[in-house]
């Protein structure tokens, strides 16, 4: 059949952007085929413009989205330094553009627990085999401050510490920058979660001597051992405070 004879119903009509969308999406490209890289300063707002054909109005939005996001900073005065720049580094950004969806997608709270269990076993597993002492040193410094009188809040707080430090000692950046979005994304539901408990100074106690016996599997190198502690302790606590009814099997 040649174009002529096609039925109009496999046409689709193409989607419309808007003028800096399309300069968002050729920053976009130039970033994924490699002609753009972190670092790189972006020609100053003029001759962006002239060299896209559009206006100044659209390339000036197009780097306002950008760097709401953390894709680039905004360049300032004139010259060869001046115009916006490729973030070095954009988990700052990442983190919160996650934190932001995590929030407004319709996934299940045991989408989240299931996550975080790939996540945090992963983590502990690379972890025994590669976690410095100054690591494993700064993770029991976090156990020694949960063991004070804490609010449920900043108890949540250094645990959230304590998980993202796993993450980090894993050696995966992304790893950690996910568990960062999915903690803070979830800070207040468990917060509350945590504040109808009868009894959270108990819980907290509990949740401490989990935590220690998780940095002692890690020292001893059983990364099997801590990611199986790890996943009873993260599937323990979300149910005891009613957030998932998940059960846990290896």
Request: net charge negative.
């Amino acid at each position: 059949m040649n174009v002529s004879e096609q039925s109009p119903t496999e046409w689709k009509p193409l989607p419309r952007m808007r003028t800096h969308e399309l300069v968002v999406a050729e920053i976009e490209n130039r970033l994924n085929n490699g002609s753009l890289k972190a670092g790189d300063h972006l020609p100053p707002e003029r001759q962006l413009a002239e060299a896209l054909g559009v206006s100044r109005g659209a390339v000036r939005e197009a780097l306002r989205i950008l760097e709401a996001i953390g894709v680039v900073e905004a360049g300032t005065g004139s010259g060869p330094s001046s115009g916006s720049v490729i973030v070095k580094d954009s988990t700052a950004g990442m983190g919160m553009v996650l934190r932001i969806h995590l929030q407004l997608a319709s996934f299940t709270p045991d989408d989240l627990v299931e996550t975080r269990l790939m996540l945090e076993r992963l983590a502990c597993r690379k972890a025994a085999g590669i976690a410095s002492s100054d690591e494993v040193a700064n993770l029991r410094v976090l156990i020694a401050q949960m063991r004070g009188t804490h609010t449920t809040a900043s108890y949540n707080d250094l645990d959230a510490a304590f998980h993202v430090g796993i993450a980090q000692i894993s050696g995966n950046g992304l790893a950690a920058t996910l568990m960062a979005a999915l903690r803070e994304a979830l800070r207040q539901a468990m917060v509350t979660a945590f504040e109808r408990l009868e009894d959270p100074a108990s819980t907290m106690e509990a949740l401490t001597n989990e935590h220690e016996a998780i940095v002692d599997a890690i020292v001893a190198g059983k990364g099997d051992a801590a990611a199986e502690l790890m996943a009873q302790h993260i599937v323990g606590f979300y149910r005891a405070v009613g957030f998932s009814n998940l059960k846990w099997a290896d």
